[in-house]
């Protein structure tokens, strides 16, 4: 099997989970810091500056939704699930311009999605920096019409494990929205400076963020939340036989997490952008089919969607699902 993905696909009835928008009109009119995310569009490509400085060049369809639009075909799409740049999370800021901005970018979202009725789907942001702030703007989320939320991995140095932020997780449950957690600013980062960076610490930064979700109790406590783990878990999968091992001869962990956390990680999703067909293929034999779904990183990353799916031989009824219905699972269509 080839470690290289091949040209995209045309047509096909794909959604794409893990994509990511900069909406123009950052900041949205918070100021006051110059730490707030600014866009300067070009005709092709915007800058994106964060304290007077580039943070990231993105193409026109980062903000461009008829752009965009008009890409979907070539990439064999007929629908995106559209969620924030990471860097946008913002978490850095005080809570009251904090809300101002992440529900001015929450409604920019809905805009689109109404716009582009079932081809653009939703998530959201709220500021983890106060979780309990953040717990209660998720009825704001759900109020604009958002599938769900996209939740850091990290927030200020500490991870989103921690049990300070179970009732954001509980309350996600509670509204029926759907969560998408994302590798960010992973605190090992600092060891592996440039590019590397985000290829060597974001598969083990998503994998602890998972793996301390299911061994802190939090998922425990959300039995129903849809929960997407970005970049295929990471390393999860190999964490997991020894969390496994540790709950089977381990009675005080065992009273505290009734449920196997095989279990849990089983009913979790997991998008397929892994770079390798034997790594998801070993995803899939862990969890099954059904928690599956086509994941690009798109505009960021030049991947084709269903790569590397397409060098699986998988059953076209399992591979259906895997490209539609396990995405309309997630989003609670």
């Not at 990231?56 to 699930?81: F, K, N, S």
């Not at 789907?121 to 599938?147: D, N």
Request: with cysteine.
């Amino acid at each position: 099997m080839s470690l290289e993905p091949p040209p995209p696909a045309a047509g096909g009835a794909t959604i794409d989970v893990h994509t990511h928008v900069v909406p123009d009109g950052l900041p949205f009119g918070v100021t006051g810091d110059p730490r707030w995310p600014v866009l300067r569009t070009g005709p092709e490509t915007g800058d994106v500056l964060v304290d007077g400085a580039l943070y990231r060049t993105v193409a026109r369809t980062a903000w461009d939704l008829e752009a965009r639009r008009a890409d979907l075909p070539g990439r064999g799409c007929h629908a995106q699930v559209l969620s924030p740049m990471p860097h946008l999370f913002s978490y850095w800021a005080p809570i009251a311009p904090a809300l101002d901005f992440s529900r001015a970018l929450n409604t920019w979202l809905a805009d689109a999605v109404r716009a582009h009725p079932g081809v653009f789907y939703g998530l959201g942001t709220v500021p983890l920096q106060e979780p309990e702030a953040a717990a209660a703007e998720l009825a704001t989320v759900k109020a604009l019409g958002l599938s769900g939320v996209e939740l850091g991995t990290n927030v200020n140095g500490v991870s989103i494990a921690d049990p300070r932020f179970r009732d954001v997780f509980v309350e996600a449950d509670r509204l029926g929205l759907a969560v998408f957690l994302h590798a960010f600013q992973p605190p090992m980062a600092a060891a592996v400076p440039g590019p590397a960076a985000s290829a060597v610490c974001f598969p083990l930064d998503i994998a602890l963020a998972v793996a301390g979700l299911i061994a802190n109790g939090t998922l425990e406590a959300s039995p129903t939340l849809r929960l997407l783990a970005s970049h295929g878990g990471g390393g999860l999968g190999l964490a997991l036989p020894r969390l496994i091992h540790t709950w089977r001869t381990k009675a005080p962990m065992r009273k505290r997490l009734p449920t196997p956390p095989e279990v849990v990680a089983r009913r979790l999703f997991y998008d397929i952008l892994l770079f390798d067909p034997a790594a998801l293929r070993y995803l899939i034999d862990f969890v099954g089919t059904g928690q599956i779904v086509i994941g690009s990183d798109y505009p960021f990353l030049d991947v084709p969607p269903e790569w590397p799916l397409t060098d699986l031989d998988l059953p076209g009824a399992v591979r259906l699902d895997i490209q539609e219905s396990n995405a309309r699972a997630f989003l609670g269509l």
